[in-house]
């Protein structure tokens, strides 16, 4: 994590937009893993404050299938989520990492391109998830 987000080599600016990367990564990669404790643990305040607080919404609601997940009294829960597939993605990183000859830059560069060619499903389009949603007035 370090290198990804500290010295010459680092693609990330911050912890927090690594960790985001990687969940969004792990959800699409359809790789969540265990988290069992950070040595270095990130502030909820943080996330807030960078407004990276609704990726973990996002990605929490989408594998839960249920967006009450964001109530204050499940936070645990949401955020068992998040570093489930956060922790998937950055296994996913690192394996490619280590197997490649490409400095992180480009790994990470291919795999956004990756996903960028990757046709979406209808399911995925957005108007198709709009119509599900409903306001209240």
């Known amino acids: 994590m370090a290198s990804l987000t500290q010295g010459p080599e680092s693609v990330f600016d911050n912890y927090v937009e690594l960790m985001c990367f990687c969940a969004c990564l792990g959800y699409a990669k359809k790789n969540p893993k265990p988290f069992e404790a950070s040595a270095e643990p990130i502030a909820w305040s943080v996330f807030e404050s960078r407004g990276k607080d609704t990726v973990v ?9 249920d967006f009450d997940i964001v109530a ?9 989520i998040f570093e ?5 993605g950055l296994e996913i990183i690192g394996q490619l990492i280590d197997k490649s000859p490409k400095t992180s830059f480009d790994v990470i560069r291919e795999l956004i391109l990756e996903a960028q060619a990757t046709p979406s499903s209808p399911k995925d389009s957005i108007d198709e998830f709009a119509k599900d949603l409903t306001w209240l007035t």
């Open 57 to 65: 919404n996002l990605v929490a609601g989408v594998v839960s299938d």
């Open 72 to 80: 204050p009294e499940r936070f645990v829960q949401k955020l068992g």
């Open 84 to 88: 489930s597939y956060a922790n998937g």
